[in-house]
């Protein structure tokens, strides 16, 4: 499969720039392992610029990219959740200039330990969880066990996708959750964890020894390039084909 996307790159490489630029992009961890990782070298070939990848968290991409340190800053999560998120201990920076780029969406799961019965709960009982308002498995036809979130520190988009979509963008407060670094980490506790909770995506859940606890409804996730200001000509081609080696590759 890459090396048909690969193939088809240098395809669609016929006429673009001679001179080939190198971009930085910073931010979500989850961008970064969903396309980069496996599709950089496609994403290079198709546009014919080199791209420095700096893997971290979304919040942390917009700042790089308003300090300049970053041409293009990866979000995984609402851009307006991210924004709100930043504006209070960075008021003074030009929130109105991002400029937002959909590349592709993927789905959020919730992981529990292979122990834990449950496999299936309600959209409702789910944010009543994560607002601290049910703190014991047992309320929800679980073990008698308190319920201990694993979720990356703030600033993911993993959070704030569940917040726009369960919370109606309230920030959650589950009783003293477990705080990792990215979401690669949240999955290795839930698997040592039999009362834990982790809140990550569908393809790491899958990949690892953990079991998704399905919601009525599934929870999206959107992979987004953002921009300050307007992209050069340059940019709009990487941007174009992230879009398109993503498209190619996730709808086999």
Do not use: C
């Not at 942390?60 to 800053?73: E, I, N, Q, V, Y």
């Not at 964890?193 to 009525?216: C, F, M, R, Y």
């Amino acid at each position: 499969m890459r090396h048909t996307l690969f193939a088809l790159a240098i395809f669609l490489s016929a006429g673009t720039a001679l001179q080939a630029q190198t971009f930085v992009m910073q931010g979500s961890t989850t961008f970064t392992h969903r396309v980069m990782e496996p599709y950089q070298g496609s994403i290079e070939a198709a546009s014919g610029h080199k791209l420095t990848v700096v893997p971290n968290k979304s919040s942390l991409g917009l700042l790089s990219l308003f300090a300049k340190r970053a041409d293009f800053a990866m979000i995984s999560g609402p851009q307006k959740n991210e924004i709100d998120a930043l504006k209070p201990k960075h008021p003074e920076l030009p929130f109105d200039q991002l400029r937002i780029f959909n590349i592709w969406n993927t789905r959020m799961a919730f992981a529990v330990n292979k122990d834990n019965p449950l496999r299936k709960l309600s959209d409702a009982k789910m944010a009543a969880i994560l607002m601290g308002k049910i703190t014991n498995w047992h309320d929800v036809g679980g073990a008698d066990l308190p319920i201990k979130i694993v979720q990356v520190r703030e600033g993911g988009g993993v959070e704030a996708s569940i917040e726009a979509a369960l919370l109606d963008g309230k920030i959650m407060t589950p009783p003293d959750p477990i705080l990792v670094q990215i979401s690669s980490q949240v999955v290795k506790i839930v698997e040592q964890l039999p009362e834990g909770l982790g809140l990550s995506q569908i393809s790491i859940v899958k990949a690892s020894n953990t079991v998704e606890l399905q919601l009525d409804h599934p929870v999206e996730q959107h992979l987004d390039l953002v921009t300050l200001g307007e992209p050069t000509p340059e940019m709009r081609k990487v941007i174009e084909a992230a879009r398109h080696i993503a498209s190619m590759a996730f709808e086999q």
